[in-house]
């Protein structure tokens, strides 16, 4: 199946009734060909429910900010979100409905094949590492999961709730400086 393919069936998805009544659209993701490396964040916000692209409002633009002064281009990576849909006024998800879209990321998972995938914020982290995972306990290791790299980092949401003088952001700046090293 291609990429395209499962976007396709990911945007048909009805399984949480309550996201699905309150979307704009389904937000798949996107994997540039030949990505090697895969961010995964938590769920759509509101300008990427309107746009239907990932990290598309002002965490995104921060993202793309870091990712650029390290030397990736947001072009070149892959980028999907545990959920596909955003949760109303962009509350936290819910574990049903994490469990409800789990197959879509492992899917994308092994259609991405990502040389490292690197979670953004505590929602991926606990997807990938199981839930009670602390982002700041877990960050500076290659975890192993299911034979994939994982890097853990904090999302751009908190970088921006915290200020540019903040820990997140700092702490951001500094994973994706070394991920992009892994990458080298």
């Known amino acids: 199946m291609s ?7 990911i945007e048909q998805c009805t399984a949480c009734p309550e996201l699905a009544a309150t979307r704009l659209r389904v937000v798949p993701g996107v994997r540039p060909a030949g ?3 895969l961010l995964v964040g938590e769920a759509p916000g509101a300008t ?6 990932p990290f598309a409002g002002r965490a995104g633009q921060l993202l793309d900010r870091e990712l650029a002064e390290v030397g990736l281009d947001r072009s070149t990576v892959a980028v999907v ?3 596909k ?3 109303p006024s962009n509350r936290q998800p819910a574990r049903a409905e994490v469990a409800r879209c789990r197959p879509w990321l492992e899917r994308q998972l092994q259609l991405a094949d990502p040389e490292l995938v690197v979670t953004l914020g505590g929602t991926a982290a606990q997807w990938f ?3 009670g995972v602390r982002l700041g306990a ?3 290791v290659v975890h192993e999961v299911g034979g994939r790299r994982v890097v853990v980092t904090y999302h751009p949401s908190a970088a921006l709730r915290f200020g540019p003088k903040g820990a997140p952001l700092a702490a951001l700046r500094e994973d994706l400086a070394w991920v992009a090293g892994l990458l080298a």
């Open 3 to 9: 990429w395209g393919a499962l976007a396709a069936e």
């Open 35 to 37: 990505a090697r490396l």
């Open 48 to 53: 990427e429910d309107e746009t239907g692209v």
């Open 81 to 83: 979100n545990v959920l």
């Open 85 to 87: 849909c955003r949760p």
């Open 129 to 131: 590492l199981g839930t």
């Open 138 to 140: 877990s960050r500076g």
